[in-house]
């Protein structure tokens, strides 16, 4: 899952938010150098990761994509399920979209000290473009995966999966809603256990 999945799954808790959020740029154990709630949330972000990894229905919608992009597919497929729950937002919050990004920055933004330097650098264009809202639609997840090609420095053509979220857009749909309800199940028994 990407940005959006990881904060939405971790409910209501603003440590685990952050340590959910940071996660990828938190390598090893470095996570026990953080305030427990926040090390806890990038534990959570790494079973999460773990479990759709390995998930048959996530390894469906990679299936569809790997003839063409290979190892990219399951980070293409990541990035297409976050603009499906964007998209479908108001079935899972009652927050407006654009309330609970706005919220969740100025999160960020008052535990800046705390974010790793990858995300303090970051932040600021996250911020101006509204990166998570931007999900919502299909010319928004097409400029995240063409700002993920340039960072691959054009190898894996991640910006072209566009043509295949419009062409398999239902089935993207269907896999996603199936999936995730799964993934809310297995994220919340994992919390309790925190």
Known sequence: MNFLAHIYLSGDDPELKI??????????KKYLDYPERISQGITLHRKIDFYTDTNAIVR???????????HYSSVIVDILYDHFLAANWSEYSN???????LGFYKL??????????RIQNFL???????????????SGIG????????????????HLAVVELESYYEDFNSEFHSFFKQLEHYTKDE???L
Do not use: C, H
């Open 143 to 158: 400029d995240v995966l063409a700002g993920m090609n340039r960072r691959t420095k054009n190898k894996s053509k991640m």
């Open 19 to 28: 340590g959910n959020f940071i996660a990828d740029s938190v390598k090893g």
């Open 124 to 138: 600021p264009y996250m911020i101006q473009d509204n990166w998570l809202l931007s999900y919502a639609t299909v």
């Open 60 to 70: 469906q919608s990679v299936s569809r994509l790997f003839p063409k992009y290979g």
């Open 108 to 117: 960020l933004e008052e535990n800046y000290d705390i974010l790793p330097k």
């Open 95 to 101: 927050i407006p979209l654009k309330e609970y990004t």
């Open 191 to 193: 919390m309790s256990k």
